[in-house]
């Protein structure tokens, strides 16, 4: 047999209740479950968009489950939209047929090949790895500079595009719009 607490929302099995009482965590409000309870709201999965609640009997039932408060939903979009940055900030750039990542971590492997270019007087590198693996005979010094340049000013538009959508989000969480949170995506083409 399984007994039902409305305060926590919870079944408990009765061959259980000693050890419950024991440690003190039996619910008062406990009380036995019908089996067609236990199995609908124990064992059953909700229905969609449902949760189960104790109705106003103190029974177990199914409701509506609440929307998320519109603080939370633009908090996730910004993620989200952080996310879709940094992912087009990664597809980096690409210069005479070299493709160069714009992640943090390849722009500075390009700082330090420019380093150790401008160190040794170095105009070419003997061999390049490109952001796809590839190697590059002789490849320029002055390609990794354009490249390096050419990330910079993409990932520049690309926060302020971020910057702009946050913006957006900032406007319609103060005007308290949902859906107009949810209509902000970031764009498919950049």
């Not at 259980?16 to 406990?30: F, I, L, N, Q, V």
């Amino acid at each position: 047999m399984m007994h039902y607490s409305k305060s926590e929302n919870e079944f408990y099995p009765d061959s259980m209740r000693s050890e419950y009482k024991a440690e003190g965590t039996w619910p008062d409000d406990a009380v036995a479950a019908t089996a067609e309870e236990w199995e609908t709201y124990g064992l059953g999965d909700p229905p969609e968009g449902m949760q189960r609640v104790a109705g106003d009997d103190g029974r177990p039932t199914w409701a509506p489950i609440p929307p998320l408060p519109v603080g939370v939903i633009a908090a996730r979009k910004r993620l989200v939209i952080e996310d879709e940055r940094k992912a087009a900030e990664q597809a980096g750039v690409v210069i005479n047929n070299v493709r160069y990542a714009g992640d943090p971590s390849n722009r500075q492997a390009l700082r330090e090949a420019l380093d150790l270019a401008a160190e040794t007087g170095m105009e070419m590198f003997p061999s390049w790895k490109d952001s796809d693996g590839e190697f590059r005979p002789q490849l320029p010094v002055a390609d990794i500079h354009k490249a390096l340049l050419a990330i910079a000013e993409r990932r520049s538009h690309l926060i302020a595009r971020e910057g702009e959508l946050n913006a957006q989000i900032d406007a319609a969480l103060e005007a308290d719009d949902r859906a107009a949170i949810e209509a902000i995506e970031w764009p498919t083409t950049q």
